[in-house]
């Protein structure tokens, strides 16, 4: 019998009834020293032979699973001191599709999709929707009866029906609800905060669709309107609402504070020592704080630095590239 731990991969939270879709292996040799590069293929096929048989295993007999283990040839990640270590993915048996509304808090999704697309290898869909006079279009109705972005459709590659993850077969909505189905559906660990940071990632994913972008939906509420009047009128209007707007414009200050005070050396994001899922709820606030200047980057150099450094990453280029349009001052007006 080989010493072999084999974990499967959580579907939608749960363990799936037979553990063929993903399968970690995890071979006991912490010792090994960390393979090469060029040799981690061979190390893998040397530590975990191929064709295992998995009948004497007892934690996976008890997991209902009577398979022979395959190792698949599209090894992802190779960490051997991760808890993670081997991952071997079948091929995907849920594909997403996001139904996205340009210049819109759905960016923080397609960026997490992009994420998952570079880290995971995930095949998702996009379907982009323009904005008609500052609106979504009515097709999004279609989708979800509330009509706002971002939405999230399934699709089932195999006989198994779409699961109902949240009120209709296969549809998700809320932008934060989305990111958590992301990472466990599909994230492999990837966005899993350390186990001390687990509760400060929850807090940060609550605040930030909580207070941070309650607080600015105030000022977009009073300032869009205005800005679509002919330009004399809406200078006169601005200055009549600025008693107004410029209370809850201090009123950002605190959280601004509070978020600069958060980050740390050891604790770079919001999710903890590496990007979670509050990183990417907090890039809603910070995107469009910054875009409609609201934020003064000089006052917060640890927010600006982190702000700077998420806008720098490949995927959320990518998803600018693709997204149809991400101006959250005149959101296309
Ligand atoms: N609570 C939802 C809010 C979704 C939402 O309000 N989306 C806006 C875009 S930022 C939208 O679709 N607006 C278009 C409209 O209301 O017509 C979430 O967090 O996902």
Known sequence: MHDLTVVAQRSQGQLPKEVSKYI????????????????????????????????????????????????????????????????????????????????????????????????????????CYERQT???????????????????????????????????????????????????????????????????????????????????????????PISALPVGLSSLVNLMVSPITSIFKRGLTPIFEFLEDALSQDKPFFSGSKLGLADFDISWGMDITSQRGYFDASKFPKLHAWHEKIKARLSYRAALEIGSGYDLKTFGL
């Not at 090469?36 to 996976?60: F, I, K, M, V």
């Not at 209902?64 to 051997?80: K, V």
């Not at 979800?144 to 949240?166: A, N």
Request: hydrophobic share 35%; proline share 9%.
């Open 134 to 224: 500052g609106q979504a279009p009515s097709e999004l109705k279609r989708v979800f009866p509330l009509g706002k972005s971002p939405i999230l459709t399934l699709e089932s590659t195999t006989d198994e029906p779409v699961p109902t993850v949240q009120v209709f077969p296969g549809v998700l909505t809320e932008g934060q609800l989305i990111l958590r189905f992301l990472s466990d559906e599909y994230g492999q660990g990837l966005w899993d905060p350390a186990k001390e940071d687990k509760n400060r990632d929850l807090f940060f994913q609550g605040f930030a669709v909580m207070t941070l972008a309650t607080s600015i939906n105030h000022l977009v509420i009073i300032e869009s």
């Open 24 to 127: 970690v292996i995890r071979p006991r040799l912490p010792s090994l020293p960390r393979p090469s590069q060029a040799t981690r293929s061979q190390q893998l096929e040397s530590w975990c032979p191929l064709q295992e048989p998995l009948s004497g295993d007892e934690s996976l007999r008890s997991m209902g699973c009577q398979h022979q283990l395959h190792l698949l040839p599209d090894i992802m990640t190779i960490e051997p001191r991760s808890s993670a270590a081997y991952l071997h993915k079948m091929p995907q048996t849920l594909i997403p599709t996001l139904h996205h509304l340009n210049h819109s808090t759905s960016h923080r999704c397609l960026w997490a999709l992009e994420e998952l697309k570079q880290a995971r290898n995930i095949e998702y869909k996009l379907v």
